[in-house]
């Protein structure tokens, strides 16, 4: 392994697909040893009932120029986690990067409902799936971070702070979750911070995960066909691009300056200067302020 990450060890809760798996796939490419967690194994799926894998996922660190590991967890059962940890700990005595991207809520949330028309038990199911899982994993995980200065916590999320704080996302349950993680972000930042590590809150924008693609009915290959129906998706980017953000952020000698601060892969990407996969820059959070939320029509000229 080479790379400005080589010899580096990192933990991505959440990797089966989407973000968490173009996460992971970055931080190999960038030569980290990745361990990459989920509940769909190759043997077993979880009630999502996809056909993505955490194995797939390992596989594809290890092409990427890493080492991938996969470790089935469910993140929501503190002995799992712990053990998991334990592993970690065994095989490399450290940890440098924690990802907390675990979700799960896709299925779970109701678009404009109100929270006493919305399923209640779907609800709290995803509170505890976006929301305690994240302190479950930060729980056993970071003693372990802490071995040695420098650790990174991202915390991924929807949305930056800013925008988060003006606007209603979604229903009251998808609201709570994500402003809850951006907050967690902060919190941590105040407690790692003095202790040698940085936390931050971490938005992909308009993600192309394949959940999302499969809705459109289109694949990374023809995803601008989408665009008649869903004239915004334009701004759109791959799993990929918040990968590279994440790895950017490991390799910074100066990441304490992001400590407890809401970022986003597109303002990322004009700091460190990487790019999508199609080379492009996408900037998402601005161009929903300015253009979708403005109700102009979908232009993405100066915005990708």
Sequence with gaps: M???????????????RGAGRGIAVELGAAGAIVYVTGRTT??????????????????????AGGRGIAVPTDHLVPSEVRTLVDRVADEQGRLDVLVNDV???ERLFEWDTPVWEHDLDNGLRLLRLGIETHAITSHHALPLLLRRP????VEMT???AEYNAATYRVSFFYDLAKSAVLRMAFALGQELGPRGATAVAL??????SEMMLENFGVTEDNWRDALERVPHFGISETP???????AALAADPERARWNGESLSSGGLARTYGFTDRD???PDAWRYLVEVQDAGKPADTAGYR
């Excluded at 080479?2 to 089966?16: H, I, R, W, Y």
């Excluded at 190759?42 to 092409?63: G, W």
């Design 150 to 153: 420098g650790g990174l916590v």
């Design 103 to 105: 979700w799960g809520g």
């Design 240 to 246: 990929f691009y918040v990968g590279r953000a994440v």
């Design 2 to 16: 080479s790379g400005p990450l080589k010899d580096k060890v990192a933990l991505v809760a959440g990797a089966t």
């Design 203 to 208: 938005t992909p924008g308009w993600l192309r």
């Design 158 to 160: 929807d949305g930056t």
């Design 279 to 281: 080379g492009s820059r």
């Design 42 to 63: 190759r043997e077993r799926r979880s009630e999502y009932d996809r056909p993505e894998t955490i194995e797939d996922t390992a596989d594809l660190v290890t092409a």
